[in-house]
């Protein structure tokens, strides 16, 4: 008795389904010859690599995608590591729509949309409701800045792996929270020693008791420029130098973020950066203006 058409169509497809499998692991780059012997070691390579980034100044887009819809808009935005950073999200004719400030200890969001100013305490709590992102102000800056933010942990939790194409580091926080974070030498230091190997981070995947908070995805590395010196327009004031040293740094030009349990998703494009911006008093701070509603967020029930 032949076998029927279905019979054969579901052998076909079987033995396609097979080669794909073997033609992936082919594709999957073997470890490279000398590699990193521990978590810390690669830790500490990543940060020597930004260790000349202090902070960031650039325009970007993001394209939101969530229960509230889609939206999409442009942004300027600057960083200055550890904990401060300000996004003025920018309508279609120029204007500003929205600010967000964090100086490490005070959160302000100016939303003109909805006429109101919201202050409290610089936690992920609060980034969240205004970025959509569960987050604390200093790993988004890190992020951004092409760095992996690192739990709180003893050394012996913390193992490397090479997997799949890259590194895996696998971290067990002493705050019940849990990360991987995935890295690749750059493609030129493939067959150098592992101590002059330049480690890009292509994945950070936070959960907390076994709950995936967000997922970050780091692509289109590229080598930004310092900042050049702040000038005053009408030649009075001195210049503002910029805030670190010469750095060429690479960044990632798009981050996506998913944040599973709600379904969020947030693509950001960092189209123009620069490192080490000059920094002014006051830029990473706000106050209400006159005609919006000012409210407190200490992350509580509303």
């Not at 082919?26 to 990193?36: G, L, V």
């Not at 050394?155 to 997997?163: G, I, K, R, V």
């Not at 310092?226 to 040293?245: M, N, Q, T």
């Not at 998913?258 to 494009?269: E, K, M, Y």
Request: hydrophobic share 35%; glycine share 8%; aromatic share 6%.
């Amino acid at each position: 008795m032949k076998p029927s058409s279905r019979w054969r169509s579901e052998r076909r497809a079987l033995r396609w389904l097979g080669l794909l499998v073997v033609l992936g692991a082919a594709c999957q780059r073997a470890a490279p010859p000398s590699r990193f012997p521990d978590a810390r070691s690669a830790i500490t390579r990543m940060r020597e690599v930004h260790a000349c980034s202090r902070g960031l100044v650039g325009e970007g887009s993001f394209d939101y995608l969530g229960d509230e819809g889609r939206v999409r808009a442009k942004s300027l935005y600057v960083v200055s590591r550890p904990t401060s950073l300000r996004f003025d999200v920018m309508s279609p004719m120029g204007g500003v729509l929205s600010t967000l400030t964090s100086d490490g200890r005070t959160f302000a969001f100016a939303d003109l949309r909805e006429k109101q100013f919201v202050t409290g305490p610089a936690d992920e709590c609060n980034v969240e409701r205004a970025l959509r992102v569960p987050i604390p102000p200093a790993a988004l800056g890190e992020l951004m800045t092409g760095l992996a933010p690192i739990l709180v942990h003893q050394p012996e939790q913390a193992t490397l792996s090479w997997d799949d194409g890259s590194y895996r580091l696998q971290i067990q926080s002493e705050v019940q929270a849990s990360e991987e974070i995935r890295l690749v030498p750059r493609d030129e230091d493939w067959q150098r020693p592992w101590q002059e190997q330049r480690l890009r981070v292509i994945e950070v995947k936070v959960s907390q008791q076994g709950l995936l908070l967000y997922e970050a995805t780091l692509e289109d590395h590229r080598a930004a420029q310092l900042a050049p010196p702040r000038k005053d327009p009408d030649g009075i004031e001195p210049d503002v130098p910029p805030s670190g040293p010469s750095c060429q740094a690479e960044v990632p030009r798009r981050i996506r973020f998913q944040v599973p349990g709600s379904g969020r998703d947030i693509v950001f494009l960092q189209a123009e950066v620069q490192h080490n911006p000059p920094l002014v008093p006051g830029l990473f701070q706000q106050a209400p203006t006159p005609g919006l509603r000012v409210r407190t967020s200490a992350c509580g029930p509303q």
